[in-house]
Structures are given as structure tokens and as C-alpha cells.
């Protein structure tokens, strides 16, 4: 028996490391010396035990699925789940579930730090033309519909959003809205079937009222609570994302905690997303990540899911970390490289919302012609990339967000960097704040008993 090549480890402490079997995700704590063993073991082709504890340990790798007969053999199990991830990848794509509008570019907002920088100025609105050809290209499988800008809610669009609501009333809508009209478009909104309204908070009133202003520099904050509160009262799910930094996620987490207070009567239908500015500094957004997950642990599992679920997102591992779900293993990054598909007013088609209006990550066209790339993120996946088929990190990674392939003109290139950073910098600081907290719990219980 010998070690397989797919482990990985990460370091907690300075006696502590995680061992990380990255084709199940299996996640193990060990100390120096079982590292030192293992270190040994990783160059043997076949494992001779010296003693009763290493026969032990042996034993429990092999329970683990750390052990195998030859490297042959753990191809052969890398193989057998890269087919089934590879048929579900392919099905997904089949069946195109969900697609996204932007309505348009335009927006009332001129908040410093939108990442479509100044796509505000494109005036132009989708058409119903455009609507209809996106339906038909995306076909019958589509059961939810996001609308999305610019700002969608806008007086100018309300005609054609109201022909795509009479044109797929079937569909489930997820709306991302600065909130200004929210009350202006409620009635229009109780005719669908809603999934949920995102709305973007930046904390306190008054330093909300410092970034997300009108383009005539007018504040926005208690407009867009009484739009909230409308619609909590009205029965829509609310879901409040921050974009927190330095400056203001101290007022973030504060007014989380305010508005769970003020809408206590609504908790089933209230949620959040506490997230950094893509902007950032790795080190400022991990100083960030840490203060939010502090508070977020003083809540359940379940609860956490409800008051911020962002913080994980891109990974399966932190995501079993802090959330307590099963781990998934990646076929590629995230959904832009399966299922993605945003129509925008030019008729061009993107592959996920980080990226609209940038021409050079769109997949193709619509409108008033159909025409899809090759070189796109769509097909691209761990087996079109040759650096990540053999990799180790590969079912963990899925390849990394091309989004940083900014300057080149071939998406089957590895992004090495969200994996790395995120398995070795950010999961360490979770797992510790997590090991405080059950420390903190175990002591409580011993006090009490
Ligand atoms: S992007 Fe890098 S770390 Fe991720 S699977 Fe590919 S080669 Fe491995
Ligand atoms: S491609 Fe990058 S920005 Fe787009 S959804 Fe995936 S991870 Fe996010």
C-alpha cells in the first residue's frame, strides 16, 4: 500500500496541520509527529509499519481513503469521478435552469466603487425583442429568471419588465435592485412568483449615505428601508448584502444586528450576504472575513446560513466548515462555467454577473444573430486545461475564476491563486475562530455543571 498523491496540507498552528484528502475532501487534524510519519511514508511505494502506533495510524489512513495499491489505482478513482461530475456538468448545462436580464446598464446610483465602473452611461433598455429571442435560446428547461442592471428597478423599465413578467409568469424571479423604487414597483412585484430581492446596504445611515448616493448626490438609505419594510411586510424575501472594508464593516455587522431586531417579525424572510469589496487588499480582506465570521459564530448553523450566506461561497470545504454541508467536489469554478448565461441590452451573452459589459469574457451573441465562442468560459473545465488535470487541488479548485484571465486571450489557462489563497490563508483563521468558539462553549458547559 502506498500514499495517494491528492493530499494536501494545510498548516493550523504550529503543531497542528490539516491533512486534506482532495478527491473526497475528507478533512483530518494531525499533529508533528503523524506529519512526520506521513512525510516518511510519502516517498515509500510500499508501506512497512515499524511499530504498533504506525500500524494505527495505517489502519486509520486506510479507513480514510489515504491508501491505495498503485498510482494506477488512484487515477483510476480520479477518473471514475471526473465521469460522473463530467455527465452531471454536461446535464446542467442541458438543462439551462436559471439565466439572467440586465434590464439595463443604466442606473439613478453612482456609488464609487461598482464594479461595472461607468456602464451607468449606456442608456439603452432591453427590448421585448430581445427578451423573446433569449427565452427561445435558452429553451424550455428555464425555471428562474434574475433580473439584474445597471438598476432593473427603474421608472423607464418598468414597460418591458412588465412584458417579461406576461411573457414568463411560470418562472421564479430573483431581483438585484439598489432598492430605490422598491415601493414604487411593489404592486408589480406581487404578480410574480419571487425567490428573493437583493438589495445592497453599506452599513450605518450615514456612512450608506456617504457611498450608494443618487446620481444628483441625494441620500438613499431611508427610502430604501421603507421599501424593505414594505416588502417584508408584503410577504417577499429580503436578502441585505454589504460591501464592507476598513472604513465601515464595523457599522456592517452593527446594523445586521439592528435590522434583525426591527424586522424580528420577519426572521423567515430575512437574510444577508456580508461580503468584501473585490478591490481589497488580500490581507485587508481577510482582517475583514475574520471580524464578520467572529460575530456570524456566536449564531447555530442554521441560523449562519440566514444572517451571512456569502462567506463560503467559493468553496466546498469552508463551506463544511462553517455551515456544517457536505463537501462537493468540482468539475469547474462556479456556475459562469456551466450554466451561466446573462443577455444583455447589446445582444451579447455573459457568463456570470461579475463580468457584464466586459466584451472579452462574453460567450457569444443573441441578438439580432445567435453566435457562441469556443474560447469561453463555458467550456472551460479541469480536463481543458492541462496544468489542472493532473493537479491536486483540481476537484477542490475547479480551475479558478477566469475573471483574472483579464489579459489574455485563452480562458483554458489556470488561476491557481483563489484555491491557494483560500485552502491556506483563509481556512487556517475559520478553523482557529471556530476552535476558540467550541473552546468557549466546552468551558461554559464545565462552569454550569
Ligand atoms: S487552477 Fe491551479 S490549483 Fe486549481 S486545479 Fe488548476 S492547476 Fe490546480
Ligand atoms: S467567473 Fe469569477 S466572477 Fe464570475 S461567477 Fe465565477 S467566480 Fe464569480
Redesign the pocket.
Known sequence: MKLIKHMIFVDIHDDKKLLINSLTGTMDEIDAPIYETLSKWQACEEIVTENDLEAELLSNLQSRGYLVNSHEEEVGIKNEILKVLRNQHLQRQKDQRAITFVMTYNCNFRCPYCFEGEAYIKKEIITPEQIDAALKLAGEGVKEICVFGGEPLLPKTRPVLEYLFNKAPDKTYQIFTNGYYLTEFLDLLLTINISQVLITLDGSEETHNSRRVLANGKPTFKKIIDGVEKCLESGINIRIRMNLDKSNYEGGINLREELLERFSGYKDNLSFELTTLIGDSQKERIDILTEIYHSDITYSYEDREKINDFITK?NSLLDHLVYGRKVNPLYS?????VD?MVFDPYGVIY?????VGKEHFSIGKYHPFIELKENS?HNRNIEKISECRDCTYSLLCGGG???KLADSDDFFKPVCY?VKTLLHNELPIFYKEREEAMKKVEETVNNAV
Open positions: 467559493k469554478y462556479c456556475y459562469a462555467h451561466g457568463p456570470c454577473l461579475g463580468c468560459i475564476c477566469p475573471l483563489s
